[in-house]
């Protein structure tokens, strides 16, 4: 098994997309998706602007929860978390479906009993895990803080057992396992690749 971080944000559409095709390719290629954190809030708040990454005066791992729509979700995740990686995985992308194509509200606890069930996570640890807030908020700011060192900045970002690092966008949701696995390897081949490619970006 090789292991591949992956950032995400809950409010990106292009992260519930990316980690659907991760989820999609890796019993095919051996992979373990380890799932991180990175938030856009944070990112491209106003006050964070002209800052290095990893000196942000805006946390959102310091904010009150009606302040943010991210941050109740992150919490929610890192609780899943305290289950073990594949509870998490399987608990990120309920909410992902659930968040994206159901158009649930991610500050809503509902949204977050409903991932727990369809996950089949175990939810009486998961509703004490979330109540824990300062532990989930401790760990969200070191997820956030390892974006920062790594250069994070947008989602999602997945990080190969290589060390080589990038955010990949998906205009079309690809679960399909022999188009996902070309996509994949296209993807990884552009990283490894001796030219150094940083930047691919269509016009509008």
């Known amino acids: ?41 944070q990112g491209n708040h106003p006050e964070n602007a002209g800052l290095p990454r990893h000196a942000p005066v805006w946390k959102l791992a310091e904010q009150p929860l009606e302040s943010s729509r991210s941050l109740r979700a992150f919490l929610a995740s890192h609780a899943a978390r305290q289950q073990g990686r594949a509870a998490h995985l399987r608990f990120a992308l309920e909410l992902f479906r659930l968040h994206h194509p159901e158009k649930r509200d991610l500050g809503n606890d509902e949204t977050f009993v409903d991932a727990v069930s369809r996950a089949g996570l175990d939810l009486e640890r998961f509703m004490a895990d979330l109540e824990d807030e300062e532990a989930r908020r401790h760990e ?65």
């Open 1 to 41: 098994m090789q292991t591949v971080a992956v950032y995400l944000d809950y409010l990106c559409p292009f992260a519930w997309r990316g980690l659907e095709l991760a989820h999609v390719v890796a019993p095919h290629l051996g992979l373990d998706l380890d799932l991180r954190h990175y938030s856009l809030e």
């Open 140 to 204: 969200l700011a070191r997820d956030l803080e390892a974006a920062a060192e790594l250069g994070v900045f947008g989602t999602p970002t997945f990080v190969l057992p290589s060390g080589d690092a990038a955010c990949f966008r998906f205009t079309q949701l690809t679960t399909e396992p022999e188009l996902a696995v070309h996509l994949w390897e296209l993807f990884t081949a552009v990283l490894h690749n001796g030219a150094h490619i940083e930047t691919i970006k269509r016009p509008p």
